[in-house]
C-alpha cells in the first residue's frame, strides 16, 4: 500500500495550490482527481472535437478577479510555469434596450466619461461608489488571505495601505454604522440610493449577483465589489484559458515531485483511532497518509458520504445534523452554453468595436430583469421567458482558443438545479433532460441574438450542459460551485459552519479547502494558500508562530517606513 505525507481528494485549483506550498515545505503530496484531467471548475478543454476541432472552451470559471488580490501568482512563481495573464480593458460592456449602453475601462476616470454622456449625476456618484467599495475592499484584503481566526495572520497582512482604507471605512463611529448598514442592506437597494439611470444599474446589479442571489436580497450588497474589482486590481484571463493556470499548478506540482491521479474517485476517508489516516477509492484501492487528508471537496458530501457515521459522531455528535440543516443553498446554478462561430457577434445598434467585447458582456435589461434571473430559481422555476446572463467572447482577447479568425462564446445562464413540479424526472430526478435544456438553450441564443443579429448565423457547433449535468461533472452538491451559498451569513467564520471555518476538522489530520471554505468560491487560491498555512501551524506550531510572527513585523515596518515593494 502506498503511502504519502499528505492526500488531497480533488485536483481542483485550490487542491493544487494547497500542495505545492505543501511541497516546497518538504511533504510529499498525492492529488486524487475524480476526471480524467485535473482543474475543476477551472479547466479548458476541446470538448467539441468532431463539430469544432481547433475551439477550447472554459467549462466553468473564465474571468480572474480574486486571484489578484493575493500572493499565491507570485509566491509560487507560476509565470516559470507557464502562466501567462492577458488583462482586459474594456472590461464589461452591457447594452440597454433603449440603445444606451454601460461600458466600463479598467480607468474609473473614462468610465466615468462614458457614463457622463448619458447623466453627468450618475459619472460623478459611481466615481465615488467605486472609491468607497475599493476602500472596503483594501480593508478586507488582509482577511482574504489569512485563516479567518488566524488573527497574527490577518495583522500580519496589513500595511499602511490598507489600514488607511480600514480607517476610512470604520475610522469613526458613524462610518462604522454606515458600513455595518452596507453589509446588511441589499444590492437593489444601495443601487437605488447612489444611482438614477437604469442602464447602470443594471449591470452592476448582474455583477453583485454573481454571488449567486438575487439583487433584492439583504445581506448581499457585498456584490458591489465585483464591479470595483475591475478597476482595481482589474480583469484578466490567462492565455490559453482558465485551464492554463492549472496547467501551470500541475508544472509545479510535478517538477516537485507531486503525484496527481486522474480518473481516481474517493470513496471512503480511513479513519483510525479519531485520525484521518488515508482514502479508499471506488475501484477499492487505498492510500495511506502519515500526516494528513485534505478535501477540496465540499464539506457536506466529505462528512456525510465519505467518512462513517459513527466517525464523525465520535468526533462531534453535532455536526452532521448542522451539516444537514444548516448550510444553506438556493438552488440556483447554472446552465452553460458554448459556441463556436464563424465570426464575432456584433452589436451593430450600439456603435459596435470588437474591443467591445474584450471584457464581460452583461445582458441585463434592468434591475427587475436582473431579479427575475435569479428569484426564479429559487421557486425552482427556469427564467427563460426573457433570459438574462453574462458573455465572453474570450477569442477577442485570445486568438490562440480558436482556428484563425474564429471565435468562442461563453455563455452562462442562471438556472435551478432541482425544477419545480418535475422530481423524480430527468437527470438525477431534477428534471433536466436532453430536450429541455436545448429548449432553454435556444431561448437565451434568442436573446443574445436580439443584440448581436449575425450571432445565429455564424454557429458552428454549439455545447450544453444542464444544471443537474454540471453537478455531476464537478461533483457539486446541487450544482452548486461555490459550494455553498456566498451569503453573509455563510461567510468568513461561518464558512462552512464556525466550528470548521479555520480548515480544521474535529477528526485528528482532517482539513478542508476549496470554494466551501474561507473567503468562498471564485478563481482565487486563498483558501488552498490558507489551508496550507493552517496544515503547516499544526505540524509545526512553535516553529510557523515564529515565523508568522517575523513576516508579520516585517511587513509592518516594511510598511511603515517604505522599504518594502
Same mark, same amino acid.
Given at each position: ?275 484521518? /489516516?488515508?482514502?479508499? @477509492? ?7 497518509? $502519515? %500526516?494528513? =487528508?485534505?478535501?477540496?471537496?465540499? *464539506? ?92 465572453? /467572447?474570450?477569442?477577442? @482577447? ?7 479568425? $474564429? %471565435?468562442? =462564446?461563453?455563455?452562462?445562464?442562471? *438556472? ?150
Amino acid at each position: 500500500m502506498q503511502e504519502y505525507d499528505v492526500i488531497i481528494i480533488g485536483a481542483g485549483h485550490n487542491g493544487l495550490v494547497c500542495a505545492a506550498y505543501l511541497l516546497k515545505a518538504g511533504y510529499s503530496v498525492l492529488l486524487l482527481e475524480k476526471r480524467s484531467v485535473p482543474g475543476g471548475a477551472a479547466t479548458t478543454e476541446e470538448c467539441l472535437p468532431q463539430q469544432a476541432p481547433g475551439f477550447k472552451f472554459n467549462l466553468c470559471a473564465i474571468d480572474h478577479e480574486f486571484i489578484h488580490l493575493g500572493p499565491v501568482v507570485q509566491e509560487l512563481e507560476l509565470e516559470k510555469y507557464g502562466l501567462k495573464y492577458l488583462e482586459c480593458d474594456p472590461v464589461v460592456f452591457c447594452p440597454h434596450p433603449d440603445g444606451k449602453y454601460f461600458l466600463a475601462h479598467k480607468s474609473l476616470e473614462r468610465t466615468c466619461a462614458e457614463i457622463a454622456r448619458y447623466n453627468q449625476r450618475d459619472a460623478e456618484k459611481y466615481a465615488e461608489f467605486t472609491q468607497y467599495w475599493q476602500r472596503v475592499l483594501g480593508a478586507m484584503i488582509p482577511m482574504f488571505n489569512a485563516p479567518p481566526k488566524s488573527i497574527l495572520d490577518i495583522l500580519g497582512n496589513y500595511d499602511i495601505t490598507k489600514i488607511k482604507d480600514l480607517i476610512s471605512v470604520i475610522g469613526s463611529p458613524n462610518k462604522t454604522l454606515d458600513f455595518i448598514r452596507n453589509m446588511l442592506t441589499s444590492a437593489e437597494d444601495l443601487l437605488n440610493e447612489w444611482f438614477d439611470e437604469e442602464f447602470l444599474k443594471a449591470p452592476l446589479a448582474r455583477l453583485a449577483s454573481e454571488l449567486g442571489a438575487p439583487p433584492s436580497q439583504k445581506t448581499i450588497a457585498i456584490g458591489a465589489i465585483m464591479m470595483a474589482m475591475r478597476h482595481n486590481p482589474g480583469m484578466a484571463r490567462p492565455r490559453g484559458g482558465t485551464g492554463a493556470l492549472v496547467q501551470a499548478l500541475v508544472n509545479l506540482v510535478t517538477s516537485k515531485g507531486g503525484i496527481i491521479l486522474t480518473d481516481c474517485q474517493v470513496k471512503k476517508v480511513l479513519i483510525d483511532e479519531g485520525r484521518a /489516516v488515508g482514502v479508499q @477509492l471506488a475501484n477499492g484501492n487505498e492510500y495511506r497518509a $502519515k %500526516h494528513g =487528508v485534505i478535501s477540496n471537496i465540499d *464539506a457536506k458530501r466529505l462528512f456525510l458520504q465519505l467518512i462513517d457515521k459513527s466517525d464523525v459522531d465520535a468526533a462531534d455528535p453535532d455536526l452532521r445534523e448542522r451539516l444537514e440543516r444548516r448550510i444553506v443553498n438556493n438552488n440556483e446554478t447554472i446552465l452553460k452554453i458554448d459556441l463556436a462561430l464563424e465570426e464575432v457577434p456584433r452589436f451593430e445598434r450600439y456603435a459596435h468595436k470588437d474591443e467591445y467585447l474584450i471584457g464581460s458582456v452583461l445582458i441585463a435589461d434592468s434591475v427587475a430583469h436582473v431579479e427575475q434571473a435569479h428569484n426564479k430559481c429559487t421557486l425552482g422555476e427556469i427564467p427563460d421567458s426573457d433570459p438574462s446572463m453574462y458573455v465572453v /467572447v474570450p477569442t477577442v @482577447l485570445d486568438p490562440s482558443m480558436a482556428p484563425p479568425d $474564429k %471565435h468562442t =462564446v461563453w455563455i452562462e445562464f442562471f *438556472a435551478p438545479y432541482q425544477i419545480a413540479g418535475a422530481e423524480g424526472t430527468g437527470l438525477n430526478g431534477t428534471g433536466w433532460t436532453e430536450e429541455l435544456k436545448n429548449k432553454v438553450a435556444d431561448k437565451v441564443v434568442d436573446k443574445l441574438a436580439e443584440y448581436a443579429p449575425n450571432l445565429k448565423n455564424s454557429i458552428i457547433a454549439r455545447r450544453v450542459e444542464s444544471p443537474a449535468e454540471l453537478a455531476e461533472r464537478l461533483g457539486a452538491y446541487k450544482g452548486n460551485y461555490y459550494h455553498i451559498d456566498m451569503s453573509l451569513d455563510q461567510m468568513v467564520f461561518f464558512r462552512p459552519l464556525p466550528e470548521i471555518a479555520n480548515y480544521k476538522t474535529p477528526i485528528e489530520n482532517l482539513f478542508l479547502t476549496g470554494a466551501g471554505t474561507h473567503p468562498g468560491g471564485s478563481i482565487s487560491g486563498m483558501p488552498g494558500r490558507n489551508c496550507a498555512r493552517i496544515f503547516l501551524q499544526s505540524k509545526h506550531p512553535i516553529a510557523q508562530t515564529l515565523k508568522d510572527a517575523r513576516d508579520s513585523i516585517k511587513s509592518t515596518v516594511g510598511s511603515v517606513f517604505g522599504i518594502n515593494k
